[in-house]
C-alpha cells in the first residue's frame, strides 16, 4: 500500500491509528500503564497494514508510543524491556530522518539510564535530547517536548547531587516558560508550567534552607492536587515524605510520623493499580521502620513481611534479601528496643537504628533501581479478580488459599509467609492454618479492661418479644447501646471482649443469621475500625444452653460453629464441640507479665430444653482442654469465660473439675446464664467468679420473684502488675448508668500487691 493512495480505507486506518495514539498518551498520563501497553499493542498490529512505509502523519506517532512503551517499562521495573524499547525508539527515529524522533529516543535512553542508575550515561542521552529539541524548534509540541528533556535532566541532576547542573537546566526551563505567557492555549501553558512546578520543587527540596524547603513542600501539595501527569504526583508524593523525614530528622518530633504515614497509604494505593512495585515496596518497608521506631514491633513485622514478599514475587531478589536481612536484624535487636521505649530515647537515635537515613534523598529507591530484576515474563503480575492481600499478585487456581472467615486471598508462598510471621489473617485475625494455634500475645498497658457480654438470647426469649410490652423499641435500644460502647471504648479502650454464651434463643440458624445481620455489626464498627481495634483473636465466645439446638444430638452446635466460623471468633477445629474454646495471651509491657485468656464450653451435656441447666462436665474433658498447653503456658496465671456459673457444675466429677482448674492457674471466670450480675465475686476453690447478666434477653427471662433484673453488662479491669481486679456493671433503666461492684486480688506469684 502505497503512502500517495490517499483511499478511504487508508483514512479510516490512520484515523483508528491516531485514536489509538490519543487513548495511549492519556492511559500513560493517568497511570494507566497496562490500558496504555494495551493500546500500543493495538497500534502496532494496525501499522503492519502499511508494510513498513508508514505515512508521514503518523510517524511521530509511531516513535512518540515506542518511547512511552520503554518508559512504561522503566518505571515498572523491567528494564531489560525499556532498554529494547529505547533502542528500537532512536533507530525508527534514524530511520525516518526525523530530529524530534530522534530526541525523543535519546530521551527514553535518558530515563532507562536514570532508572538503572548509570546517571553519567542518562545526563549524556538527555544532553543529546535536549540538543537536538533546541535545533528543531518550531511549534508548540517542540518546546513541550524541551520542556519534558530538561525537567527530566534536572531531576537526575538532582539525584547526581550536581546542583550546578540542575540550575542550568532549570534556567532553560524557565526561559522556555517565560516564552507561553498565560494568554496562550492553556493545555500548552499548563503541561509547561507543571513540569517547571516540577523541577522547582526537587530543586528546592535538595537546598539546605528551611525556607526552601517550605516552598517545595507547598509545591509538591499543588502537584499532588492538580491535574497533573501521574508519575509526577507519585514523584511529589515520595517527595513530600523525605521533607517530613528530614524534619523528623532535626526537630524529633513524633506528630511528624502521623503526617507521613497518610502520604504512604496514598502512595501505595496510586503505586499498586499501576504495577510500581518499586514505589509500592519502598512505601511498605518505610512503613515497617516507622512502625519500628513507634516500637510496634509487630506492625513492622507485617509491613517488612510484605515488602519482603512483593520483592520475591515480582523479582527483585537481590532486594528480597536486603529486606530479609532487615527483618532478622530487628528481630535480633529487639532487647535494644525495649531498652530504649523503657528509657524513652529520642526519635534520632531510634532512627538512626532503624536505618530510616536510606529514605532521604531517594538513597533506597535508587539502590533498588540498580539491582538485578528478572524480567517480567517470569512473574505473575495480578491481572485477575482477586490479588493476594500480602503481595498483591496473582491468587488464582492451586496457586490461591482463601481466608475461611473473610474470603480474603492470599497466593500460598505469601499464605505460608503469614502463617510464620503468627498464623492469623491480615485482614479478620482469624488464623490462617486452623491445626496451629495463632502465636500472637497481645502486648498490653498496666491494666487490661475486658468488655463482658453475655446473654442476648436472639430469638424467642430475647428483646424483640418484649416489644409489644414496653416502650423501648429494639433498633433505638441496640442505638443506645451502640453509643455506650462506643464513649466506653473512647475513654477507657477496651482490650478484650468476653461474650459469655446464649447469644440465642433455641440454636436455629435464623437466630444466628440475625445476630450476624443486627448484633455483631455493632460490635464490629466500634471495635474493628478507628486507631484502638480490637482484632477477632481477642474476642473469647462460647456457647450456652440456648445456643444448642436441642434434640439434634451430635448436630447440635453446627449453627453456632457456622456463626463463629462466618464471624471470625472459632479458632479451632469445627467438627469437635470440645474444641469450642479459644486460647490467647496478653503480656503486660513494663513487668512482662503473662496472662493466658481461655474458653470454655460448659455445655455439652445439653441435649435437649430439659436438660439446658446441666453443666456436668467430664473429667476427660478437662484433659483434653489442656492437652496443647506447654509448661510454660500452664504456669501463667489464666482468666476463663464459660457460660455457667462454677458453682451450677454439677456431677461427681464437680471437685476434680475445680481441682484441675486451678492446678492449671486459673484464677478468674466470667461467666453468664443466670441472668444478673452480683456486687460481689464468688470464690470458688480460690477460683473468683464474675457473672454479666443479661444484655437482652426478654423481661420473662430477667424476672426473680417479683423482681426483674434490668438489662446490663460489665467491664472488668485487671491490673497484671498487681493481679488487682476492679469492675463496674452498666445497667440500662431507660439511660446507662453505672455501679461499682466488689473489688479484690488474685494471687499469684507473678503478681506483687505492693504495685
Known sequence: MMKEEQTPEMNKLIHKIKIRFNMIVKSHNMGKYDKALKYIEQAEELIKHFQGDLPRGIRVSHISWLSHRAIIYAFKGDLARSFKDANETLMVGQSYDHKRGISVGESALGIYYWFSGDLDKALVHLDLAILLSEETLKDTWDYIMLADHLTVATQVSIYKEDLERAKKYFTRLEEVRKIFPNTWEKATVFYINSRYRVAKA???????????RAMAEDLFREIIKEDSAFIYKLRALTGLCELFLIELRFSNDINIISEIKPLLEKLISMAQPSGLYYFLIEAYILHGKLALIMFDIEGSRRFLTQAQRMAERYGYIGLADEIAGLHEAMMERLDT???????????????????????????????????????????????????????????????????????????????????????????????????????????????????????????????????SRVDQDYSNYLLDFKNKLEILHRKNKIDIIAISGDLASTGTKEEFDNLTKEFIPILDNIFLDGKNIVPKNRWIIVPGNHDVEWGK?????????????????????????????????????????????????????????????????????????????????????????????????????????????????????????????????????????????????TKSERQVGIDVVSRQFNVVNLNLQSGYVKWYTHIFEGTWRKIKNESFYLNHPSFSKNV
Open 202 to 212: 526537587h530543586l528546592l527540596k535538595s537546598s539546605m534552607r528551611f525556607r526552601d
Open 337 to 467: 528496643w525495649e531498652q530504649l521505649e523503657k528509657r524513652n530515647a529520642p526519635l534520632s537515635e531510634r532512627m538512626e537504628l532503624a536505618r530510616l537515613e536510606d529514605h532521604l534523598k531517594g538513597k533506597f529507591r535508587s539502590r533498588m533501581m540498580k539491582m538485578e530484576r528478572i524480567s517480567e515474563g517470569e512473574v505473575t503480575p495480578y491481572k485477575g479478580s482477586q490479588p493476594c492481600l500480602v503481595c498483591k499478585g496473582n491468587a488464582e487456581g492451586f496457586n490461591v488459599y482463601v481466608c475461611p472467615t473473610c474470603n480474603s486471598h492470599y497466593c500460598r508462598a505469601c499464605a505460608q509467609a503469614v502463617v510464620n510471621l503468627g498464623n492469623q489473617c491480615w485482614s479478620c485475625n482469624s488464623p490462617i492454618d486452623t491445626s496451629k494455634k495463632s502465636s500472637d500475645i497481645y502486648e498490653c498497658d498496666t491494666s487490661l479492661n475486658i468488655l463482658h457480654i453475655s446473654d442476648i438470647q436472639e430469638g424467642r426469649f430475647g428483646i424483640k418479644e418484649d416489644i
Open 553 to 697: 444430638n451430635k448436630a447440635r452446635f453446627n449453627n453456632f460453629i457456622q456463626f463463629c466460623r462466618e464471624n471470625g471468633f472459632l479458632e479451632y477445629e469445627l467438627n469437635n464441640p470440645k474444641s469450642i474454646y479459644s486460647q490467647t495471651a496478653c503480656r503486660e509491657k513494663s513487668t512482662g507479665n503473662l496472662l493466658g485468656i481461655l474458653g470454655l464450653n460448659s455445655c455439652l451435656e445439653i441435649q435437649d430444653e430439659s436438660t439446658r441447666n446441666s453443666s456436668n462436665i467430664s473429667n476427660s474433658y478437662y484433659s483434653e482442654f489442656s492437652k496443647g498447653w506447654d509448661e510454660d503456658f500452664r504456669e501463667i496465671p489464666k482468666m476463663m469465660v464459660c457460660h455457667h456459673m462454677l458453682h451450677s457444675i454439677k456431677g461427681e466429677k464437680f471437685d476434680h473439675a475445680l481441682n484441675t482448674l486451678r492446678e492449671n492457674n486459673v484464677l478468674l471466670t466470667l461467666a453468664g446464664d443466670i441472668h444478673k450480675t452480683e456486687p460481689y465475686a464468688d470464690e470458688i476453690n480460690k477460683i473468683r467468679c464474675i457473672p454479666a447478666g443479661a444484655i437482652s434477653a
